[in-house]
């Protein structure tokens, strides 16, 4: 009895310490912030916190330890899994205070973009997806409905929040019922036309909405647009400009100086709660606030792969899709050739650093969060004779689809613009970039082009600069650099004229862009399973088809294979069928299905899409059988 009792004692001691050591190792992270509550920082006040029911018993003294808590949890997320740092970390204090003045869910908050969503889910009973490693895949960087009541909207792009409040503010005045609807915008997010038109219909509610607008004097990079010179007025006035954009359009407005102030935004708070008209709290934070780094360097630290907080000395630098794309312009610029680089507030996703972007000084245009605008100015640019090169992010090219059409397209403007990221990815729901194929490629007069390497991108990329005759789009392939060492002469004016590889028979295989590497090992599994020397072809262009090309392929051929990065429906390979389709020649398309994922692996992605080389030899077998 006495040894099960010793035994019992050294397991529960043995245990104790190892909690107690996982508990060390989390409060270790309270080492990176700059907080004077350092001695007090243990999480103590985050583990009695499940519920915004839990945030309103707590003293302002203790809300001021539990922002601590969730930035040590946010740091922890981040440097573990990746996401978004210095927005969640400056809006930690107004988000405590949100919770503890309203009633969610019966007041709605709809967040914008979801970069300030963090420490709002570890106040709504997820705090475990920030402090417990072995679950923080358990919830999504984004706004969910799935995840939480306290959620309404599954949002991962920029300037909704406003629109989505004023509907659900709209339906809630029509069923005649009773409870705050708060919008709370920032980062950029106002520079997004949505958001113009959300304020504007917002303005028109005789009834409670209340937008905040968290104002951290940046985007994701540094703020452009004439409405941030008017913010900027704003603060150094505090609130007292005679030129207020919020109160000319129709809202009554509240500024608040210090927006890291949990006791003063408490203030605030109540003093709108409850309004019977369209409100907007306006408050300035820091972004990145509590991590010195993020508050320094806001534009490197807006989102973080992980590592961070344990980074090495910098790699030496290795050239890159990126950076051939910077000394492509900057040769341009030094010409003294009428380039204008163009982004949308993501200059860093195509390695447009503040050095470049200095050394480009005019030459260059963040047009902040508005990529409908970037369509539209670079057509603008390129019909009166400047030459446009504008870079966009996959998952952001639906927001452009009618100035791709209107504005582009049917006014045939010889704008570039350079997609990236395009391609099937593990990626979060709101930021697949498997539709821009079908979006691009089958608007009238746009060319989309899909080069497979270095030599290739080059080459479109200087013909589609000095020609004159279409808009044109070039995927940019993902990944390391591909180089075959030789100059492609291709005369890219041919519209439609697929590269012949290497000749075979029986069946072909036509790889678009990424996916080229991956018909290379489907034609060598051919051949070493069936014997097949088949024929691989490389488009080049995923807006139509070379009908010579394949119309010779009828002679010694019975299938062909379509490869694609990205969804089949209306994809590149769907052109190649609907050719094919009064004829005897078999296609297979292989690509994505149409569908949302979330966060899938890759390679489950492969797997499912037949998008292995083995899995795409075993259906071209049973297709010959």
Same mark, same amino acid.
């Given at each position: 009895?006495?040894?099960?009792?010793?035994?019992?004692?050294?397991?529960?001691?043995?245990?104790?310490?190892?909690?107690?050591?996982?508990?060390?190792?989390?409060?270790?992270?309270?080492?990176?912030?700059?907080?004077?509550?350092?001695?007090?920082?243990?999480?103590?006040?985050?583990?009695?916190?499940?519920?915004?029911?839990?945030?309103?018993?707590?003293?302002?003294?203790?809300?001021?330890?539990?922002?601590?808590?969730?930035?040590?949890?946010?740091?922890?997320?981040?440097?573990?899994?990746?996401?978004?740092?210095?927005?969640?970390?400056?809006?930690?204090?107004?988000?405590?205070?949100?919770?503890?003045?309203?009633?969610?869910?019966?007041?709605?908050?709809?967040?914008?973009?979801?970069?300030?969503?963090?420490?709002?889910?570890?106040?709504?009973?997820?705090?475990?997806?920030?402090?417990?490693?072995?679950?923080?895949?358990?919830?999504?960087?984004?706004?969910?409905?799935?995840?939480?009541?306290?959620?309404?909207?599954?949002?991962?792009?920029?300037?909704?929040?406003?629109?989505?409040?004023?509907?659900?503010?709209?339906?809630?005045?029509?069923?005649?019922?009773?409870?705050?609807?708060?919008?709370?915008?920032?980062?950029?997010?106002?520079?997004?036309?949505?958001?113009?038109?959300?304020?504007?219909?917002?303005?028109?509610?005789?009834?409670?909405?209340?937008?905040?607008?968290?104002?951290?004097?940046?985007?994701?990079?540094?703020?452009?647009?004439?409405?941030?010179?008017?913010?900027?007025?704003?603060?150094?006035?505090?609130?007292?400009?005679?030129?207020?954009?919020?109160?000319?359009?129709?809202?009554?407005?509240?500024?608040?100086?210090?927006?890291?102030?949990?006791?003063?935004?408490?203030?605030?708070?109540?003093?709108?709660?409850?309004?019977?008209?369209?409100?907007?709290?306006?408050?300035? &934070?820091?972004?990145?606030? %509590?991590? @010195? $780094?993020?508050?320094?360097? !806001?534009?490197?630290?807006?989102? *973080?792969?992980? +590592?961070?907080?344990?980074?090495?000395?910098?790699?030496?630098?290795?050239?890159?899709?990126?950076?051939?794309?910077?000394?492509?312009?900057?040769?341009?610029?030094?010409?003294?050739?009428?380039?204008?680089?163009?982004?949308?507030? &993501?200059?860093?996703?195509? %390695?447009? @650093? $503040?050095?470049?972007?200095? !050394?480009?000084?005019?030459?260059? *245009?963040?047009? +902040?969060?508005?990529?409908?605008?970037?369509?539209?100015?670079?057509?603008?640019?390129?019909?009166?004779?400047?030459?446009?090169?504008?870079?966009?992010?996959?998952?952001?090219?639906?927001?452009?689809?009618?100035?791709?059409?209107?504005?582009?397209?049917?006014?045939?403007?010889?704008?570039?613009?350079?997609?990236?990221?395009?391609?099937?990815?593990?990626?979060?729901?709101?930021?697949?970039?498997?539709?821009?194929?079908?979006?691009?490629?089958?608007?009238?007069?746009?060319?989309?082009?899909?080069?497979?390497?270095?030599?290739?991108?080059?080459?479109?990329?200087?013909?589609?600069?000095?020609?004159?005759?279409?808009?044109?789009?070039?995927?940019?392939?993902?990944?390391?650099?591909?180089?075959?060492?030789?100059?492609?002469?291709?005369?890219?004016?041919?519209?439609?004229?697929?590269?012949?590889?290497?000749?075979?028979?029986?069946?072909?295989?036509?790889?678009?862009?990424?996916?080229?590497?991956?018909?290379?090992?489907?034609?060598?599994?051919?051949?070493?399973?069936?014997?097949?020397?088949?024929?691989?072809?490389?488009?080049?262009?995923?807006?139509?088809?070379?009908?010579?090309?394949?119309?010779?392929?009828?002679?010694?051929?019975?299938?062909?294979?379509?490869?694609?990065?990205?969804?089949?429906?209306?994809?590149?390979?769907?052109?190649?069928?609907?050719?094919?389709?009064?004829?005897?020649?078999?296609?297979?398309?292989?690509?994505?299905?149409?569908?949302?994922?979330?966060?899938?692996?890759?390679?489950?992605?492969?797997?499912?899409?037949?998008?292995?080389?083995?899995?795409?030899?075993?259906?071209?077998?049973?297709?010959?059988?």
């Amino acid at each position: 009895m006495i040894k099960k009792f010793i035994l019992t004692l050294v397991v529960f001691l043995f245990v104790t310490g190892i909690t107690a050591f996982a508990a060390q190792q989390k409060t270790d992270y309270g080492k990176y912030l700059n907080t004077k509550n350092k001695e007090k920082y243990s999480m103590t006040v985050l583990n009695k916190v499940n519920s915004p029911e839990d945030v309103k018993k707590l003293s302002v003294k203790d809300m001021d330890l539990l922002a601590n808590d969730i930035r040590e949890g946010i740091l922890n997320r981040v440097n573990t899994i990746g996401g978004h740092l210095g927005p969640d970390l400056g809006i930690v204090e107004a988000t405590i205070a949100l919770h503890y003045v309203f009633d969610s869910p019966k007041d709605k908050i709809v967040y914008d973009v979801s970069h300030q969503v963090y420490p709002h889910k570890m106040l709504t009973g997820r705090k475990h997806g920030f402090i417990d490693d072995s679950r923080l895949q358990e919830i999504t960087g984004y706004s969910n409905p799935k995840e939480s009541v306290h959620d309404h909207f599954v949002i991962g792009h920029t300037s909704t929040s406003v629109s989505l409040a004023t509907g659900m503010a709209k339906a809630r005045d029509v069923k005649g019922e009773k409870y705050n609807v708060i919008a709370l915008i920032g980062d950029g997010s106002l520079s997004g036309g949505e958001a113009y038109e959300g304020f504007n219909n917002a303005a028109m509610l005789d009834s409670n909405i209340i937008i905040i607008v968290n104002d951290n004097e940046m985007s994701i990079a540094p703020n452009e647009g004439g409405l941030y010179k008017n913010l900027a007025e704003l603060r150094q006035t505090k609130g007292q400009a005679q030129n207020n954009v919020f109160k000319a359009i129709g809202f009554e407005y509240y500024y608040l100086e210090e927006g890291n102030n949990t006791e003063k935004l408490i203030e605030i708070f109540k003093k709108v709660k409850d309004t019977n008209k369209p409100t907007v709290v306006h408050i300035h &934070t820091l972004k990145g606030k %509590g991590y @010195t $780094p993020a508050e320094t360097d !806001k534009e490197t630290y807006h989102w *973080t792969l992980p +590592g961070f907080l344990d980074k090495k000395s910098a790699a030496a630098e290795v050239e890159t899709y990126n950076s051939i794309t910077k000394d492509y312009l900057l040769a341009k610029k030094q010409a003294k050739e009428p380039v204008v680089a163009i982004t949308a507030a &993501t200059p860093g996703v195509f %390695g447009f @650093t $503040p050095d470049f972007r200095e !050394k480009m000084g005019e030459n260059y *245009t963040d047009v +902040g969060i508005a990529e409908e605008h970037a369509i539209a100015y670079a057509s603008g640019l390129a019909t009166n004779g400047a030459k446009p090169v504008l870079a966009l992010m996959s998952s952001f090219v639906q927001r452009t689809y009618d100035q791709m059409s209107q504005d582009l397209a049917l006014n045939n403007s010889p704008a570039t613009i350079l997609i990236y990221w395009g391609g099937i990815s593990n990626a979060d729901m709101t930021h697949l970039c498997t539709f821009d194929i079908s979006l691009i490629s089958n608007i009238p007069n746009i060319v989309y082009l899909a080069p497979t390497n270095k030599e290739e991108y080059l080459a479109m990329l200087d013909w589609s600069y000095n020609q004159k005759e279409h808009p044109v789009f070039i995927r940019v392939p993902a990944g390391d650099i591909v180089s075959t060492g030789e100059k492609d002469t291709t005369d890219y004016s041919q519209l439609n004229k697929y590269k012949l590889v290497e000749k075979g028979q029986k069946v072909a295989i036509i790889a678009a862009g990424n996916f080229f590497a991956l018909g290379k090992q489907v034609k060598e599994e051919l051949k070493k399973q069936l014997g097949i020397d088949a024929t691989l072809i490389n488009p080049r262009y995923l807006t139509g088809v070379d009908k010579e090309l394949l119309e010779e392929l009828k002679k010694d051929h019975s299938v062909v294979i379509t490869l694609e990065d990205g969804e089949i429906n209306g994809g590149f390979g769907e052109k190649v069928t609907r050719y094919y389709g009064n004829s005897s020649m078999k296609v297979l398309n292989f690509g994505s299905k149409k569908e949302f994922t979330d966060r899938v692996p890759l390679e489950e992605l492969y797997q499912r899409y037949h998008l292995t080389k083995e899995l795409i030899v075993e259906d071209i077998k049973n297709i010959l059988d």
